[in-house]
C-alpha cells in the first residue's frame, strides 16, 4: 500500500468557520434552537480544529461529515426563526463540512495496488461523507467492553488458543467445522411487509460452542440467539434456482433485508427462489438494544462463536434448500454478509456461484482501524495481543480456509473509496481466491446499488445461476 497522508488540510477551515457561526447566532434561535445548535456547532468546530491539530487520525473528518449533516438538517427550522438569510448561510456551509470532509478522508486513505485510485468529484466526495457520517454515529452508539473485562477477554483468548492447539484446528481450521444435521422440518409461516408477502421460516439452531471453550455457558444463556430465522421468496410451479442472501451488520428486518438485496426483483423478474437467513444476534435474534450488538464489539470469544454459528445455521439451510430440489444454488452476501458468503464458500462445495460484496475478511484489523485508539492501547497495556487474537480467528476466516468452489464461481466487488470496509480488504479476498472476477467502483460502501459496474457483476452471476438450473433439466 502507498501512503497518501498529508499533514495540510486547509478544507478543515470551511467545518471551524461552520461551526463558529453555529455557535454565534445560536443564542438568537430560543432555548430550544440554541441546544440544538450545540450539536452541529460543537461537531464542526472539535472536529475542524481537530483536523488542522492533529492530521492523520481517521475518526476526525467522520464526526465533520456526522457534524455537516445533521447541520443541514437542523438548519431548515433556521428560514423560520431567523429569516432565509441565516437559513441559507447556515446550510451552505454545513453541506460544505459534509463534503470536504472526504477530502481529508480520501487524502489520508492508504492507496492499495492493483485497486484503481479513488477519482476525486463531488459525486464521490458525497458518497464518502455517508459512509464517514455512519462510521462517526456507529462509534458514539455501538456498546464497547468496558475496561474491567480486558483481563477476562485477555484469559478467554489464551485458554481458547491452548485448547484449538491441543484439538489441531490452528493446523486444520476446516476441521474446526463440523457439518450440521439436515434441517428437515422447519416452521414456515406466511408473512407480509410493504405490501411485499414472504414466508417466513424458523428453527431451534441446535449450535453449541464446542465442549471446554472460554464463554460457551454465556453464549448459550442467549436465549432469543437460539432460533434460527429467514425470509422465503418461492415459486410454486416447478423447480427453480436458489439464491441464499446473506445480510450485512445491524440489519436482518424483512424490510430493510428485502430492500437492500432487491429481493423481490430476484424473485420476479428472475425467476429465483430467494432465501435470506438472519445473521446470530441480529433482526428476532438480537439480545441488545440494537440488530447486530454483541457480534463484533470487542468480545473475540462472542465473535468467535457467532461465526461458528452462522456457518451452523447457514449450511442447515442449505440442506433444506437441497431437500426442496432446487437445480442450483448461488449464495449473496454484503459487508458482514461478504465475510460469511466467503467463509461458507470454503466449507461448501456445491454452490452454483459465491458473491462476496463490499466483504469484511479480516476482523482483527477492522478492530484497530475502525476501534477508539484510547481503549485498543489500554488493551494493549494489558496484555490483549493482536497476533493471539489473529490466530483465535483463524479457523473462521476466509483468508485462512480454502475456497470450495469452482473459480469461475467466484465473484467479487468492492469500492475504492469505501470507508466502513477499506479496499485491501476486499483486495486480500481477491488474491486469497485466485484473483477471480471483481468490479471495483467509484464509490463507497453505501452507494453500492446505484453502481453500474455492481449491476453487471451480479446480472453475470445471476446468469450463470439460472443457465446452470436450466442445463440441470
Same mark, same amino acid.
Given at each position: 500500500?502507498?501512503? =497518501?497522508? #498529508?499533514?495540510?488540510?486547509?478544507?478543515?477551515?470551511?467545518?471551524?468557520?461552520?461551526?463558529?457561526?453555529?455557535?454565534?447566532?445560536?443564542?438568537?434561535?430560543?432555548?430550544?434552537?440554541?441546544?440544538?445548535?450545540?450539536?452541529?456547532?460543537?461537531?464542526?468546530?472539535?472536529?475542524?480544529?481537530?483536523?488542522?491539530?492533529?492530521?492523520?487520525?481517521?475518526?476526525?473528518?467522520?464526526?465533520?461529515?456526522?457534524?455537516?449533516?445533521?447541520?443541514?438538517?437542523?438548519?431548515?427550522?433556521?428560514?423560520?426563526?431567523?429569516?432565509?438569510?441565516?437559513?441559507?448561510?447556515?446550510?451552505?456551509?454545513?453541506?460544505?463540512?459534509?463534503? &470536504?470532509?472526504?477530502? =481529508?478522508?480520501?487524502?489520508?486513505?492508504?492507496?492499495?495496488?492493483?485497486?484503481?485510485?479513488?477519482?476525486?468529484?463531488?459525486?464521490?466526495?458525497?458518497?464518502?461523507?455517508?459512509?464517514?457520517?455512519?462510521?462517526?454515529?456507529?462509534?458514539?452508539?455501538?456498546?464497547?467492553?468496558?475496561?474491567?473485562?480486558?483481563?477476562?477477554?485477555?484469559?478467554?483468548?489464551?485458554?481458547?488458543?491452548?485448547?484449538?492447539?491441543?484439538?489441531?484446528?490452528?493446523?486444520?481450521?476446516?476441521?474446526?467445522?463440523?457439518?450440521?444435521?439436515?434441517?428437515?422440518?422447519?416452521?414456515?409461516?406466511?408473512?407480509?411487509?410493504?405490501?411485499?408477502?414472504?414466508?417466513?421460516?424458523?428453527?431451534?439452531?441446535?449450535?453449541?460452542?464446542?465442549?471446554?471453550?472460554?464463554?460457551?455457558?454465556?453464549?448459550?444463556?442467549?436465549?432469543?440467539?437460539?432460533?434460527?430465522?429467514?425470509?422465503?421468496?418461492? %415459486?410454486?410451479?416447478?423447480?427453480?434456482?436458489?439464491?441464499?442472501?446473506?445480510?450485512?451488520?445491524?440489519?436482518?428486518?424483512?424490510?430493510?433485508?428485502?430492500?437492500?438485496?432487491?429481493?423481490?426483483?430476484? %424473485? /420476479?423478474?428472475?425467476?429465483?427462489?430467494?432465501?435470506?437467513?438472519?445473521?446470530?444476534?441480529?433482526?428476532?435474534?438480537?439480545?441488545?438494544?440494537?440488530?447486530?450488538?454483541?457480534?463484533? &464489539?470487542?468480545?473475540?470469544?462472542?465473535?468467535?462463536?457467532?461465526?461458528?454459528?452462522?456457518?451452523?445455521?447457514?449450511?442447515?439451510?442449505?440442506?433444506?434448500?437441497?431437500?426442496?430440489?432446487?437445480?442450483?444454488?448461488?449464495?449473496?452476501?454484503?459487508?458482514?454478509?461478504?465475510?460469511?458468503?466467503?467463509?461458507?464458500?470454503?466449507?461448501?462445495?456445491?454452490?452454483?456461484?459465491?458473491?462476496?460484496?463490499?466483504?469484511?475478511?479480516?476482523?482483527?484489523?477492522?478492530?484497530?482501524?475502525?476501534?477508539?485508539?484510547?481503549?485498543?492501547?489500554?488493551?494493549?497495556?494489558?496484555?490483549?495481543?493482536?497476533?493471539?487474537?489473529?490466530?483465535?480467528? #483463524?479457523?473462521?476466516?476466509?483468508?485462512?480456509?480454502?475456497?470450495?468452489?469452482?473459480? #469461475?464461481? /467466484?465473484?467479487?466487488?468492492?469500492? &475504492?473509496?469505501?470507508?466502513?470496509?477499506?479496499?485491501?480488504?476486499?483486495?486480500?479476498?481477491?488474491? %486469497?481466491?485466485?484473483?477471480?472476477?471483481?468490479?471495483?467502483?467509484?464509490?463507497?460502501?453505501?452507494?453500492?446499488?446505484?453502481?453500474?459496474?455492481?449491476?453487471?457483476?451480479?446480472?453475470?452471476?445471476?446468469?450463470?445461476?439460472?443457465?446452470?438450473?436450466?442445463?440441470?433439466?
Amino acid at each position: 500500500m502507498r501512503g =497518501t497522508i #498529508s499533514r495540510h488540510a486547509p478544507e478543515a477551515w470551511i467545518p471551524v468557520g461552520a461551526g463558529v457561526l453555529w455557535l454565534w447566532w445560536a443564542a438568537s434561535f430560543g432555548v430550544v434552537g440554541f441546544v440544538f445548535s450545540l450539536v452541529p456547532g460543537c461537531l464542526l468546530l472539535s472536529s475542524g480544529m481537530s483536523t488542522l491539530l492533529w492530521p492523520g487520525d481517521m475518526r476526525i473528518p467522520q464526526f465533520t461529515a456526522l457534524g455537516g449533516l445533521i447541520g443541514i438538517g437542523f438548519a431548515v427550522p433556521v428560514f423560520t426563526v431567523a429569516g432565509p438569510g441565516t437559513g441559507c448561510v447556515l446550510v451552505l456551509l454545513s453541506a460544505l463540512s459534509w463534503l &470536504t470532509s472526504a477530502l =481529508t478522508s480520501l487524502r489520508q486513505e492508504p492507496l492499495v495496488e492493483e485497486v484503481p485510485p479513488p477519482r476525486p468529484s463531488a459525486r464521490l466526495a458525497a458518497k464518502v461523507a455517508m459512509d464517514d457520517a455512519l462510521l462517526a454515529s456507529l462509534a458514539i452508539t455501538a456498546p464497547l467492553p468496558e475496561p474491567e473485562d480486558h483481563e477476562r477477554l485477555i484469559a478467554e483468548v489464551e485458554q481458547a488458543l491452548e485448547l484449538y492447539r491441543e484439538r489441531g484446528w490452528l493446523d486444520k481450521p476446516e476441521s474446526y467445522h463440523i457439518r450440521p444435521p439436515a434441517l428437515e422440518d422447519p416452521e414456515i409461516r406466511p408473512a407480509r411487509v410493504a405490501r411485499v408477502p414472504y414466508e417466513h421460516l424458523r428453527f431451534e439452531s441446535g449450535y453449541e460452542p464446542p465442549q471446554d471453550l472460554p464463554a460457551r455457558e454465556r453464549w448459550l444463556s442467549r436465549l432469543p440467539n437460539r432460533t434460527a430465522h429467514a425470509w422465503v421468496l418461492r %415459486h410454486r410451479d416447478r423447480p427453480r434456482p436458489w439464491l441464499v442472501c446473506i445480510h450485512g451488520y445491524q440489519m436482518g428486518h424483512p424490510a430493510v433485508d428485502l430492500r437492500a438485496f432487491r429481493a423481490r426483483g430476484l %424473485h /420476479r423478474k428472475l425467476g429465483l427462489n430467494v432465501v435470506l437467513p438472519v445473521l446470530p444476534f441480529h433482526g428476532p435474534r438480537r439480545v441488545g438494544w440494537r440488530s447486530g450488538d454483541g457480534y463484533i &464489539t470487542g468480545d473475540y470469544l462472542d465473535l468467535l462463536h457467532a461465526e461458528g454459528q452462522a456457518m451452523w445455521d447457514l449450511r442447515r439451510i442449505l440442506s433444506w434448500i437441497r431437500s426442496q430440489g432446487a437445480p442450483a444454488i448461488g449464495v449473496y452476501g454484503l459487508s458482514l454478509g461478504g465475510y460469511n458468503t466467503a467463509l461458507l464458500a470454503a466449507l461448501e462445495e456445491d454452490l452454483t456461484c459465491a458473491v462476496a460484496g463490499i466483504p469484511a475478511t479480516d476482523f482483527t484489523r477492522l478492530t484497530w482501524r475502525h476501534g477508539p485508539r484510547l481503549l485498543i492501547r489500554h488493551a494493549e497495556r494489558l496484555g490483549i495481543v493482536r497476533d493471539d487474537i489473529q490466530r483465535l480467528l #483463524s479457523v473462521v476466516s476466509p483468508l485462512v480456509l480454502r475456497p470450495r468452489i469452482p473459480h #469461475s464461481a /467466484r465473484y467479487i466487488f468492492g469500492g &475504492t473509496a469505501d470507508r466502513l470496509i477499506p479496499a485491501d480488504q476486499v483486495h486480500d479476498l481477491w488474491l %486469497h481466491w485466485g484473483r477471480p472476477r471483481v468490479a471495483w467502483f467509484q464509490g463507497s460502501h453505501l452507494s453500492f446499488q446505484w453502481e453500474p459496474q455492481v449491476r453487471s457483476l451480479l446480472e453475470e452471476a445471476f446468469e450463470r445461476l439460472r443457465s446452470t438450473a436450466e442445463a440441470a433439466h
